[in-house]
């Protein structure tokens, strides 16, 4: 095992607009190395600059090279989100100096990369300011002009729980609906739109909306329901996609 020590941990913040910034974790390593982590949308980057300086004392002189130990000392199931970022962030560093020190890039550690390039796609939702359809038209359109063949948005976060409770399409879910037809009208039939829906859902309210967008050809819908409700998104894919079965 390489006989590298963490020295120091510190945070920084890029600004980005009023919707969050990026937060991204350094770590020092004795040979002068320093791996980078990202700790963004924690939903308290304050609370997880502090968790990170908490911790740190504790790995100041750890092995970088000891991610398992690191995770089964400082993981914990019972911890928060904001938690369990700060912890992300540090190990995503601790994997990047051990990529680093071994001169291999950190995917190799991981077993490997599995393809040779990565398609990118244009996440216009927290740049978009104007959250009117036409606000979102324009930054898609803006995307496509500088060379993205694919555009993902996120519509429907003015949707909430009483939203959906009605078991019907709300203003507030139309509203998500136009955002996307304005969209896939400006950026035209080529381009792939993706929409993220943030768990907003319920199984029979994004059936609804799935059937309002169909002739859109979405790319995928995205975290419709909880994300631990794996019985939710089988029921959807079952009633959505399978035409053999009694809707």
């Known amino acids: 095992m390489q006989t590298l020590k963490i020295t120091d941990i510190e945070t920084e913040i890029v600004q980005v607009n009023h919707r969050g910034n990026w937060l991204f974790v350094k770590v020092h390593a004795d040979n002068g190395t320093i791996g980078v982590g990202e700790a963004s949308h924690g939903r308290d980057d304050d609370r997880v600059q502090h968790i990170i300086d908490t911790v740190k004392p504790a790995l100041v002189g750890w092995n970088p090279f000891q991610l398992e130990a690191f995770r089964q000392r400082f993981y914990r199931d019972t911890e928060s989100h904001t938690y ?144 631990d409700n794996l019985d939710a998104f089988a029921h959807i894919s079952r009633l959505h996609w399978d035409p053999d079965c009694n809707r």
């Open 84 to 227: 369990h970022t700060a912890l992300s962030g540090i190990e995503q560093a601790m994997w990047d100096l051990a990529g680093k020190a071994l001169d291999v890039p950190s995917y190799q550690l991981l077993g490997g990369k599995c393809r040779e390039k990565i398609r990118l796609y244009a996440n216009i939702n927290r740049a978009t300011v104007d959250r009117s359809p036409s606000g979102f038209a324009n930054n898609a359109e803006r995307a496509v002009a500088e060379g993205f063949t694919a555009i993902k948005c996120a519509p429907f976060d003015d949707v909430s729980v009483a939203n959906i409770s009605r078991g019907s399409l709300t203003p507030a879910i139309c509203l998500g609906i136009d955002r996307i037809r304005t969209i896939r009208a400006a950026i035209g039939g080529d381009i792939d739109l993706m929409v993220d829906c943030h768990s907003r859902f319920n199984p029979g309210i994004i059936i609804q909306v799935a059937k309002e967008l169909e002739d859109l050809h979405l790319f995928w819908i995205e975290d419709a329901v909880s994300l």
